[in-house]
């Protein structure tokens, strides 16, 4: 009953550690969010930007498995590159140390007890005030509970000691031994799904003299390669590149690890050479044995990515060698799909924008490519010999690209409604806003193409070709809208006072264009031109103006 009671107990001290951790890293990701978009746009540079990019986002969201789990979603929506991620990955298996020298330093060095229940009552606090540093109160509350769980694990932990004699039993096989630390280290991240805190319990257990420190070490590097598991569960049903992203967080985390545990102690006596103090063999509660482990983690992945890094494009080789492009998923799908995790979102829901960001980007390309298609067509109908199944293939086209572009505003809808439900900064609570209004107004816009495309269709059925000249007065019209799209879609960011000034350059001589050519319409039909095919070449000059007050509603939305 007693081992029962104190697995219970060592339970809720685990839950309590994951549960502050998971506030901490909100907390860190709301006060910090844009600026941890702006450090993402590292990932595009070199591969030492890209360590220094997954060290970063890693040590402020704590947790690597949710930042791997990112990057495969990046990359499989066209974000990254599969070399730009390996460099990433890198960086975010040397950030996942933080949490131990955090654990580490501060936690097995204070009373916790006397150190947690305040940050609790502080964080609390700085939480329900209404002031602008709400986010400060998460932070300080999610270190409170980190801090009170691990106490909880650190008084729980000796209750235990009787029971692991099998542990001691198996410390003094050599090279075995270390196999056996490292599987164990394994299994605890796979079933805790967090190597962050699988590392907390294995510092806590080699501070209680439960294991040694070199069965501590190994189990520190098998949870190195149980922390792969996220990211081959989220390349599930992926495309290949997100697949081949997972495997190098597989392969570069395993080949790591298969040639640490060999050099195990010579590079135990590396990190006792780099740490200060000298561990006391056989003390319990030496505080020594913590720094010492977490320099391990941290020197074993600073090792590793140093000895991958020069490597980067051969490795990239390997993976696509291993996992093959799909010839047959080559054509574009008939339907949208938006593959997203809402684990992932939970994790890391500012970051998740970005992704949401270049879906409609993508989108606006959809509605661009829409309306070149149509504006092909219509600049050479008088000298296509058949009209009819010219207009019938371009409005068959424009329909199956429409009905696409449907599904996508559902997705992404979705998918940002997802975002939202998280706790947001004040600045992304307006980026989803001003995106969900943005993919409104292009699945109209594509819904608008679709309408003219009918419209020249009916006109070709009909027999109401438009005359040259007005073709000729319609063309530039045409090509000052099509210049609007292009400049909306290059600027779905965050665009400059110069380009807001643009834009509104443009509306205002689209609006020009479409009175003139209106009036061109009409005195044609006080002429006595044939009033069917005026209509309809008014109609058609409507419909496209409607194109740019959409394209400048989208440039005023994203402005602000």
């Not at 542990?167 to 164990?184: D, K, M, Y």
């Not at 190597?195 to 520190?220: C, D, H, P, R, W």
């Not at 643009?502 to 009175?515: F, M, Q, V, W, Y």
Request: proline residues 3%.
């Amino acid at each position: 009953m007693a081992i029962i009671s104190t697995l219970l107990r060592i339970t809720g001290g685990l839950c309590l550690f994951l549960y502050g951790m998971k506030v901490l890293s909100d907390g860190i990701q709301q006060a910090a969010g844009d600026r941890m978009q702006r450090v993402l746009n590292f990932m595009t540079g070199n591969r030492f930007m890209a360590v220094l990019t997954g060290f970063a986002v890693t040590a402020i969201i704590q947790s690597s498995s949710a930042t791997t789990v990112m990057v495969v979603s990046f990359v499989n929506a066209g974000l990254l590159t599969l070399t730009q991620s390996i460099g990433v990955i890198m960086g975010a298996n040397i950030g996942t140390t933080v949490t131990a020298w955090i654990v580490s330093l501060v936690g097995f060095s204070l009373k916790l007890s006397e150190l947690a229940l305040p940050a609790v009552g502080i964080g609390f606090i700085f939480r329900i005030i209404k002031w602008k540093h709400q986010d400060l109160g998460d932070v300080i509350l999610g270190f409170g509970l980190l801090f009170m769980g691990l106490d909880f694990l650190t008084k729980s932990m000796p209750a235990l000691g009787n029971t692991f004699n099998v542990i001691a039993a198996v410390s003094n096989l050599g090279f075995v031994s270390s196999l056996i630390g490292a599987g164990a280290g394994l299994v605890m991240t796979l079933l805790i799904h967090s190597s962050s805190a699988a590392t907390a319990i294995m510092l806590t257990m080699a501070f209680n003299g439960v294991v040694g420190y070199e069965m501590a070490a190994a189990m520190i590097l098998g949870a190195n390669i149980g922390t792969t598991i996220d990211a081959a569960l989220a390349a599930i049903g992926t495309k290949t590149t997100a697949k081949q992203t997972a495997l190098v967080h597989v392969l570069f985390n395993v080949i790591g690890t298969c040639w640490a545990l060999p050099l195990l102690k010579p590079l135990l006596a590396l990190v006792n050479l780099f740490t200060p103090g000298t561990l006391v063999p056989g003390l319990i509660h030496d505080p020594m044995i913590t720094t010492h482990l977490a320099m391990l983690h941290t020197v074993f992945n600073v090792v590793n990515t140093l000895l991958f890094l020069p490597f980067v494009k051969p490795f990239a080789a390997l993976v696509s060698f291993i996992i093959k492009e799909d010839k047959t998923r080559t054509a574009a799908p008939e339907h949208y799909r938006l593959v997203y995790y809402s684990s992932a979102i939970q994790d890391t829901p500012e970051l998740n924008i970005l992704r949401a960001e270049k879906e409609v980007r993508d989108m606006a390309g959809l509605v661009s490519s829409m309306y070149a298609r149509f504006s092909g067509v219509l600049r050479t109908l008088r000298e296509t010999e058949d009209k009819q199944a010219a207009v019938t293939s371009l409005t068959a086209e424009l329909k199956q690209k429409e009905e696409y572009a449907d599904e996508m505003r559902e997705e992404l809808t979705a998918f940002l409604m997802e975002c939202a439900r998280e706790q947001l900064n004040p600045r992304s609570e307006r980026r989803v806003s001003q995106l969900v209004r943005v993919i409104s107004d292009l699945e109209d816009m594509t819904d608008d193409c679709y309408s003219i495309s009918m419209i020249l269709e009916r006109s070709v059925r009909k027999d109401h070709i438009f005359k040259g000249k007005e073709m000729g007065a319609l063309v530039p019209y045409v090509n000052q809208v099509e210049d609007f799209l292009t400049l909306v879609r290059e600027n779905l960011g965050r665009p400059s006072p110069e380009k807001i000034w643009e834009a509104r350059e443009l509306e205002s001589a689209i609006d020009k264009a479409r009175n003139k050519l209106r009036k061109l319409g009409r005195k044609r039909i006080e002429a006595g031109k044939d009033v069917k095919t005026e209509l309809l070449f008014i109609d058609l000059v409507r419909r496209i103006e409607k194109l740019g007050d959409y394209c400048f509603d989208i440039a005023e939305t994203i402005a602000g």
